[in-house]
């Protein structure tokens, strides 16, 4: 969609293409604020990935857990220029009750054998799968990629159980760039709900029966925020 325009060379130019192209206003001042302030940490460098070590785990209830590690992703403004303008990003309009509605989100699925959009997405995966293969009896096969253009854009409270996760222990590795935005987790049939706030380049790894046990959402906020785009590395058969 960004290839009939001029390629954009920095943030700022990128998330004008977002504006001339998605029509999306909301938040944009907000975004080149989050996007200057990760060029004055880090000028320009080259999206790479942390070591994975000394990761945190949160249990939640019923076998459920969390990792998240804060800033595994740096030069993360490179990445997400580069996905916003080369990921062919799809508008969904998907059936709700008698209706069909829009999607409030832009999606991309690459599978196991497509080529992913960056070389640190490639990275990323093997990085996960060597930290978590043991554990999960199997790699990080295939990547979702979703972009909120706003906070109008959300995902709807749900687990990942199209497929192996309604009947087996999984995992979903979440990397989130660009604004920030709240992922909310709740226990199914009720309970407290958690709130972490994603921030760019941060990981966040569900794991155990998350995706059987409880559910997860991106709320729409009124707040202007810029957008986002989520990374999910999941394995074969889970969706
Ligand atoms: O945006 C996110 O980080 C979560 C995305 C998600 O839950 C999904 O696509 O199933």
Redesign the pocket.
Known sequence: MFHTHSRPRHATEVYEHLFDIFGYDGGMSIALQGSLLDIVGAAGDAPALRPLRGVERTSLSKGAWIDVVPGWLTGADLLFEHLAEHVPWRAERRPMYDRVVDVP?LLCFYDEDDELPHPVLAEARSALSSRYGAELGEPFRTS?L?F?RDGRDS?AW?G?RIGRGNSEDTM?A?I?IGAP?D?LLRPCGGGTTQRHR?GHGDL?VMGGSCQRTWE???PKTAKPVGP?I?I?FRPRGVR
Do not use: T
Request: hydrophobic share 40%.
């Open positions: 989100r979702g979703c909120y995902v749900h990942d979903v979440i989130s935005r992922l994603l966040l997860h959402a991106v986002r989520s999910q």
